[in-house]
């Protein structure tokens, strides 16, 4: 399968600082990035939706100020948590697919606030 | 979007064919029906994706009832490395959003030597 890569796998921020997390498709353009939150034991939780060159659309209770998601280009977004406090403090995955296709999701970044 | 139910929990017995159930009795006539696992503190992997016919692939086969509102994902020799949690979706289609996967619970697969 096409493979979508996450970086970084895992970060250690300061309560206050912003966090910036990338998500690239290697070896295919997606048109569509979706980015999912994961608490323990939990099923993942959609957050946003981007399309290419276009303004996310943020699931109901996500806050957009808060969970900045850039979709710059047909093969790289960025989901930058800003002023994180430690209930941020999660599993994020990103997906990529296209058109009509399946998706591929990225390894996750473990995010740990302190 | 339509609703998936799973079991919260199976075991299989390393080498049998393990047998994942799901109920998506809502599901419209042009959604797919998607498989992904996910391996613990990794991201979702998918498996297998279907419409009406059922669907083999080099992981797994995915048969859908002719009323479309239960499928089950067959492993057919399970090994240790398929523990994991095992996704149904029902993906929604069209519009600039489509296709957003929606998770619910999962199968939690414990394949035992």
């Known amino acids: 399968g096409a493979v979508v890569s996450q970086h970084p796998s895992r970060v250690i921020c300061k309560s206050g600082t912003s966090v910036k997390i990338e998500c690239r498709s290697l070896?295919?353009?997606?048109?569509?990035m979706f980015w999912y939150r994961q608490f323990p034991k939990q099923s993942l939780m959609l957050m946003a939706t981007?399309?290419?060159?276009?303004?996310?659309?943020?699931e109901q209770g996500v806050e957009k100020d808060k969970f900045l998601i850039n979709h710059a280009s047909l093969t790289l977004s960025t989901l930058t948590v800003t002023s994180a406090h430690p209930e941020d403090s999660s599993f994020y995955i990103c997906s990529a697919r296209v058109v009509q296709g399946e998706a591929f999701f990225g390894q996750g970044t473990r995010l740990t606030v302190v | 979007d339509a609703k998936t139910t799973q079991p919260p929990s199976m075991d299989c017995a390393e080498g049998r064919a393990a047998n994942l159930p799901c109920n998506h009795s809502t599901i419209s006539g042009n959604e797919y029906v998607y498989w992904y696992r996910q391996i613990h503190s990794q991201g979702p992997q998918y498996i297998i994706h279907?419409?009406?016919n059922n669907e083999t692939n080099e992981m797994a086969s995915l048969i859908i009832t002719e009323d479309r509102k239960s499928s089950t994902l067959i492993l057919p020799h399970a090994t240790l490395r398929d523990t994991a949690v095992y996704y149904c979706i029902v993906r929604v289609a069209g519009g600039n959003q489509g296709g957003k996967l929606i998770f619910g619970q999962g199968t939690e697969l414990s394949v035992k030597p």
């Open positions: 981007s399309n290419e060159g276009s303004k996310a659309t943020y």
């Open positions: 279907g419409l009406k």
């Open positions: 070896d295919f353009q997606a048109t569509t």
